[in-house]
């Protein structure tokens, strides 16, 4: 009865490969969301989406484009992986606009050779 | 700009001795405040949140926070730290987004 769930857990990938993280909650929530944490644990948004709506696109190369389609799913698809690209990308979806917290997914741990 | 701040990159802390890890926001109005924790190869757990009302906050985990509008800070305690609380602790701030401080990396001695 995972809450919110990612695949794969795991992803090593050639650069210049295209790669896609799948997401989905079973929680009812409203908005989903895409975080990067980099190496130094630094935790940074990407995108939010609000009911298969896009509310939140911070500075993330085009390369990366999220898809939500439907409430309960947010899909992270990255082309032409970059060294730079390697983290682990966390999932993660809460009620109406966050403030009642998020819930995260385990993350997806991206390690592009 | 709204940002949220955890001065300390990493404690060390005997086992059974008392824990308080700092956090500091930047914010225009009060925001929504929250402690994460991440333990090793895990996703991250809420621990608790505050959003208004009475300034202490219990969480699960043994663990509470205090909001103090003065200092704009909201600390992270517990009064006696067990071998599993080794983690990683994130302060969030919610204005339109959750915005994390840069996390503590916690090492607790036996």
């Known amino acids: 009865d995972t809450a919110v769930s990612q695949t794969p857990k795991y992803l090593v990938t050639q650069m210049g490969n295209d790669k896609s993280i799948k997401c989905e909650q079973n929680l009812g929530h409203d908005t989903m969301y895409w975080y990067k944490q980099d190496s130094k644990k630094f935790l940074k948004i990407m995108f939010s989406y609000n009911n298969k709506e896009l509310i939140i696109n911070e500075t993330v190369p085009n390369r990366f484009s999220p898809k939500s389609p439907d409430k309960a799913h947010l899909n992270l698809h990255i082309n032409s992986l970059e060294l730079g690209d390697s983290a682990v990308y966390f999932c993660?979806?809460?009620?109406?606009?966050?403030?009642?917290?998020?819930?995260f997914g385990s993350g997806t741990r991206l390690t592009v050779v | 700009a709204q940002s949220v701040t955890q001065p300390d990159i990493h404690i060390t802390v005997s086992e059974g001795a008392s824990l308080e890890l700092r956090c500091n926001y930047s914010?225009?109005?009060?925001?929504?405040l929250f402690w994460y924790v991440q333990s090793p190869g895990q996703g991250l757990q809420l621990l608790l949140k505050?959003?208004?009302?009475?300034?202490l906050v219990q969480g699960i985990k043994g663990f509470e926070a205090e909001f103090k509008r003065s200092q704009s800070s909201f600390n992270l305690r517990k009064p006696s730290v067990h071998w599993s609380d080794a983690a990683e602790y994130f302060c969030g701030g919610a204005g339109n987004k959750l915005t994390f401080g840069g996390g503590t990396r916690v090492l607790v001695k036996p």
């Open positions: 993660a979806s809460s009620p109406r606009g966050g403030d009642y917290g998020y819930t």
């Open positions: 505050y959003f208004s009302g009475d300034t």
């Open positions: 914010y225009g109005a009060t925001p929504y």
